[in-house]
């Protein structure tokens, strides 16, 4: 069997989509800097667009994600060092960040 030029890219592309759906679905936890965070405490603006670290499948992957401030109740309360660690289960969930006192946070795609 003999394969195009546009055969073999069509095949490459496939392969590629379903290699990144795959780690999108396997995906547990964002890291996002703590940075980010700070940043937008000190703004004064309730939202800010972010660059989180999708760590899955040991390959780090950056992706944009919306970080915003509410005055909800938080359901929980992270701690970190660096970055802090967002499970997927806390996405769109209101949590607090230890090392910022009572500000709540909520982290959206």
Do not use: W
């Not at 679905?25 to 667009?49: C, I």
């Not at 992706?63 to 660096?82: D, G, Q």
Request: charged residues 20%; negative net charge; aromatic residues 8%.
């Amino acid at each position: 069997m003999r394969l195009t030029k546009s055969q073999l890219k069509k095949i490459i592309k496939e392969e590629c989509n379903a290699f990144f759906e795959s780690l999108k679905k396997t995906r547990t936890h964002t890291l996002v800097d703590l940075y980010e965070f700070s940043n937008l405490v000190m703004s004064g603006e309730q939202q800010a667009s972010v660059t989180g670290m999708d760590t899955s499948a040991g390959v780090k992957t950056p992706i944009k994600m919306t970080l915003s401030l509410v005055s909800e109740e938080p359901v929980t309360s992270i701690v970190s060092s660096h970055h802090v660690a967002v499970g997927d289960d806390m996405l769109g969930q209101p949590f607090s960040v230890t090392q910022l006192g009572d500000y709540v946070f909520i982290l959206n795609y």
